[in-house]
């Protein structure tokens, strides 16, 4: 995994794709953490992408970097405990102007049953299951 989370980090943008009835909708973020091991994202629970998550779990995130991209498959379980959020807005604290653990918004989910594929126009795709 920590593969995975170096090129999340060095890449600085992936895009999220959630599920929102048959309708697919992407946006870019940014914000991963490692937690008890395990890979977390952040967002707000009022946002539309919370609300299509707590629907349907099923996401995938896509980046690109110096010629491979990267995409992980799986289900996005939000972790309403404070040391979770405290962890991801620690790793960034540019958040801690709009978020805070004890408010009514900040979510931090992690990724189960996770694939991550990181592909290029050379190389055999490489396969990591976390
Ligand atoms: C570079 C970049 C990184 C972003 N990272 C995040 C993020 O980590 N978490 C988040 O909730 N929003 C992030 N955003 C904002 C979301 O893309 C934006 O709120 C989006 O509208 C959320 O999707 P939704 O409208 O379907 O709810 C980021 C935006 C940009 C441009």
Not at 13 to 22: E, I, M, R, W
Not at 70 to 77: H, P, Q, S, T
Not at 82 to 86: G, I, M, Q, T, W
Not at 118 to 130: L, M, N, Y
């Given at each position: 995994m920590e593969r995975v989370v170096k090129f999340l980090k060095e890449a600085e943008?992936?895009?999220?794709?959630?599920?929102?009835?048959?309708q697919p909708r992407v946006r870019p973020?940014?914000?991963v953490n490692v937690f008890e091991g395990k890979l977390y994202i952040q967002t707000g629970k009022k946002k539309d992408?919370?609300?299509?998550?707590?629907?349907?779990p099923k996401a995938e995130i896509c980046a690109f970097k110096n010629g491979e991209w990267?995409?992980?498959?799986?289900?996005?379980?939000s972790d309403d405990r404070?040391?979770?959020?405290?962890a991801m807005l620690e790793a960034y604290p540019s958040l801690q102007g709009m978020y805070s653990a004890d408010d009514d918004n900040t979510e931090v989910l992690y990724f189960k049953n996770a694939t991550a594929t990181?592909?290029?126009?050379?190389?055999?795709?490489?396969?990591?299951?976390?």
């Open positions: 943008v992936y895009y999220l794709a959630t599920v929102d009835g048959d973020f940014g914000t992408v919370s609300k299509q998550l707590h629907a349907n990267i995409r992980v498959a799986g289900e996005l379980v404070s040391e979770a959020k405290v990181i592909s290029s126009f050379t190389a055999a795709p490489e396969v990591i299951k976390f």
